[in-house]
């Protein structure tokens, strides 16, 4: 798993619950995390929400390559609910993605 190795970092779920955003990259993956009420209207989301009873969500994008979100192609992006459990979640469909960017 990514969290395991020492190079990945995201921030802890308190950093999340009052408001803030991050953008992240491990080892050519990208991603961008942020708190929001509801997803963008925009947005491909590949995994349910879940919870539907959180007041707010994680709402988490990924690309690969050298390049900025706004000039790369989203590959995938998901949304869970802003809580412990959709924390780890997040963790775990980053490593997910992580997988299937280096197979």
Do not use: K
């Not at 995201?10 to 991603?31: A, C, D, E, K």
């Not at 509801?38 to 349910?48: F, G, Q, R, S, V």
């Amino acid at each position: 798993m990514i969290t395991e190795d020492s190079f990945f970092y995201l921030p802890n779920l308190s950093t999340f619950q009052n408001g803030n955003s991050f953008y992240g990259s491990f080892r050519g993956m990208r991603f961008y995390v942020q708190c929001v009420d509801t997803p963008p209207e925009d947005a491909h989301i590949e995994e349910n929400c879940g919870e539907e009873d959180a007041d707010r969500l994680f709402f988490c994008r990924v690309w690969y390559g050298e390049y900025c979100m706004e000039e790369s192609e989203i590959v995938a992006s998901a949304c869970f609910p802003m809580n412990q459990t959709g924390y780890e979640r997040v963790l775990q469909w980053l490593d997910g993605q992580y997988q299937r960017f280096i197979l």
